[in-house]
């Protein structure tokens, strides 16, 4: 009966109350402001990259029967306007691009760890030759009985420490139910007899899938040693070891900027547009001074009007710091214009309308 009773709850709160209020985040210092309906978590996402880092936040409700009706409307006074329920934007899903809160990037793997090597760049290269001298001793544990220890004294403490409130936390019960799977381990690191780190990973149709990762009380100390280059280095080399295709990175934030995906690009990583969580579609005015700025300092990545995988950004792609091994499940590239476009080039249909005004193809 409790059971049913949330079930209950939560349908009426995602389907009915969700969809008539809309939230209004904003900086106090400059009244820069932007609109999400229907998710909390999405205004704590944006707010990190849409205003600005000394930000004086506050959020605001809007409560209104007929919410998703006065989309014009709102698109005049607000940049960005995020909604994540889908049944909220059929009726003008031409305004939208479909942005995922993260998507997912993999590693192919060649035969040998030697061709691997061959293939990164020497940035990568120099990483795992300085966490080398560290000493990281790994092992491989098939014990079940410990995803009490890894959930409370290290995934825990690195999702808090590392992420804070946008933090996407699993359950525990979620990582007992993958390490309950047949070819589901964890990869640990020792330092000085001591296991200060470990991932949660899974062999699952030829590819080694990185689930969840932690280290020991989330020590700051232990991300200046290296610890997280060692956990790649140990994660590619079991991978290929067992003969896999490919090593899944898990969900990355859709950002070309943003250091995660810096970080697992440069290690040759490439999309899997089909692997994506928790979709955000996106009204974008560059109009909106605050908009464009967000727009200038931020490339986007997310799926056209054609469910095409296409990157929004002020740069040009080889300035992007991107390999182009990265890049090449990018169907598109639109470049934004210092100026408002009167009349746009043809072939941007990925793109809605009113923006073909203020971007260019690049290819």
């Not at 031409?94 to 995922?100: A, H, R």
């Not at 991932?199 to 991300?223: D, V």
């Amino acid at each position: 009966m409790v059971r049913t009773l949330k079930t209950i709850t939560k349908y009426v709160l995602k389907n009915w109350l969700f969809r008539k209020y809309a939230i209004v985040t904003k900086d106090k210092n400059n009244n820069q402001s932007f609109l999400t309906i229907g998710s909390r978590k999405a205004s704590s996402r944006y707010k990190s990259v849409y205003l600005d880092k000394d930000a004086n936040v506050s959020n605001s409700l809007i409560i209104n029967s007929n919410i998703t009706k006065k989309i014009e409307e709102f698109h005049a006074q607000f940049g960005l306007i995020c909604i994540q329920d889908y049944n909220l934007v059929t009726s003008n899903r031409n305004l939208f691009v479909m942005q995922p809160e993260f998507i997912v990037l993999e590693i192919p793997l060649p035969e040998t760890y030697e061709e691997y090597i061959k293939s990164i760049n020497t940035g990568a290269r120099n990483s795992l030759k300085k966490v080398q001298k560290v000493g990281f001793i790994s092992s491989i544990s098939n014990d079940k009985t410990w995803v009490d220890t890894f959930y409370n004294n290290y995934y825990i403490h690195t999702m808090i420490d590392r992420h804070s409130e946008d933090a996407s936390i699993t359950a525990k019960w979620e990582m007992q139910s993958i390490i309950n799977k047949p070819g589901a381990e964890f990869v640990k690191l020792f330092l000085d007899g001591k296991c200060v780190a470990a991932a949660l990973t899974l062999l699952e149709n030829e590819k080694y899938i990185c689930h969840k990762i932690g280290y020991l009380n989330g020590e700051e100390s232990l991300l200046r040693k290296g610890i997280v280059t060692s956990l790649y280095e140990v994660r590619i080399k079991r991978a290929i070891e067992l003969g896999c295709k490919a090593i899944v990175l898990g969900g990355t934030p859709p950002f070309l900027e943003n250091g995660l995906f810096k970080y697992k690009a440069k290690w040759e990583a490439r999309f899997c547009p089909e692997l994506y969580f928790n979709v955000n579609y996106l009204l974008l005015n560059p109009l909106n001074k605050f908009c464009y700025d967000f727009l200038q300092t931020n490339s986007l990545i997310v799926f056209g009007l054609k469910n095409t995988l296409v990157v929004l950004s002020s740069k040009k792609p080889s300035e992007s710091g991107i390999t182009s091994k990265t890049l090449n499940d990018i169907k598109s590239w639109y470049m934004l214009s210092p100026d408002y476009i009167e009349n746009y080039a043809s072939e941007m249909e990925d793109l809605p309308e009113h923006l073909r005004h203020w971007y260019e193809k690049v290819y």
